[in-house]
């Protein structure tokens, strides 16, 4: 497995963009009431792209186009944010930037861009339960990510969708986090990930039951953990939504509880499709499948730490959420 030897130490190295041609870019706001954000990923024209949505209460854009058996198998852009429901209307404006831009399914007069979102609960948590993002957020964050270089390093922690996100019962500042490896067929997997958990990670300093206690935020726990995995090899829409589903592993790894039924947990993946994998043969095939998305389930283990790691604390009208280090 080459380079996936290295994560037994729980340390996140790389980032995303270490998949030549993606891009990140954010937005947020943690003043006057506000504490919210949006992050753009931004793949090269012709990404193939899927989602797996596990969690029971996700608040999702556009993810039905990316089923494997819909008319188009391409990404223009991945928009995470916060906001809930009402955030969504970020991806109207990351679609717009696009568009601006000639990414899109071409259709007769122009671009259908294929813009699809998914959004944390952090309403409130800067004091304002009105202050969300919206389409303006949406089209700075998609511009902000094409404006990057190619193999650029991604903030971490308080940015964009994490700006807002928290973890263990409201009692922890989460965040942005993000890793990558390569393996040794050359195939590049990075992954990046919003932390907004009911849950802890699981480890040696953290006892599963400390979530039963953790914090004592206010009313319902709505919580998600949003990830794209991202990969230079040449995958098909339905390979792609089995990497997905493959790399939900990561959150259970990673976060103890997940999947619950107040969560949003979604997964992404996009293929740029760079890098053939070996099939030669059914064996070879089903062998190089199974080793990526093995590795997609790592990365997005450690991407979640990361976010955790990288997050600090905050204290805002509606209470302070300490970082959490572990």
């Known amino acids: ?56 209460g996700p608040g999702t854009h556009e993810t039905d186009a990316l089923d494997p058996t819909t008319l188009v198998p391409t990404v223009d852009a991945v928009v995470l944010t916060g906001g809930s429901a009402y955030g969504l209307a970020t991806a109207h404006g990351a679609q717009h930037w696009c568009e601006e831009q000639g990414r899109g399914f071409e259709v007769t007069g122009g671009v259908v861009p294929i813009v699809p979102a998914a959004a944390i609960f952090d309403l409130g948590r800067g004091g304002d339960f009105s202050a969300r993002p919206d389409a303006a957020m949406g089209y700075a964050a998609a511009a902000a990510a ?79 953990t949003l990830v794209v995995v991202a990969t230079n090899a040449v995958l098909d829409a339905a390979e792609c939504k089995r990497t ?21 947990d979604t997964v992404f993946c996009l293929a740029t499709g760079v890098v053939k994998l070996d099939r030669t043969t059914e064996t070879a095939r089903q062998v190089s499948l199974i080793t990526l998305q093995s590795a997609a389930a790592d990365v997005v283990r450690l991407a979640i730490l990361d976010g955790i790691r990288s997050a600090e604390a905050v204290t805002t009208a509606a209470g302070t959420f300490a970082a959490h280090r572990f």
């Open 146 to 224: 094409g404006a990057q270089k190619d193999g650029h390093d991604v903030e971490r922690g308080n940015v964009g969708a994490g700006t807002g996100a928290v973890l263990g019962r409201g009692k922890y500042k989460g965040g942005v986090g993000t890793a990558a490896f390569t393996l040794e067929n050359g195939v590049v997997i990075g992954a990046l990930a919003v932390v907004n958990a009911l849950g802890l990670p699981w480890g040696p300093l953290v006892e599963p039951a400390e979530t039963s206690a953790a914090g004592t935020e206010a009313g319902p726990q709505l919580n998600t």
């Open 1 to 56: 497995m080459g380079a996936m030897e290295a994560t037994g130490t729980g340390q996140a190295t790389g980032s995303i963009t270490d998949v030549p041609g993606l891009r990140v870019g954010h937005r947020q706001k943690s003043d006057g009431g506000w504490l919210s954000g949006v992050t753009v990923v931004l793949p090269p024209p012709g990404t193939v792209g899927s989602v797996d949505v596990r969690g029971g």
């Open 244 to 264: 997905a589903s493959a790399a939900h592993a990561g959150l259970a790894r990673a976060l103890n509880p997940s999947h619950t039924l107040a969560d949003g």
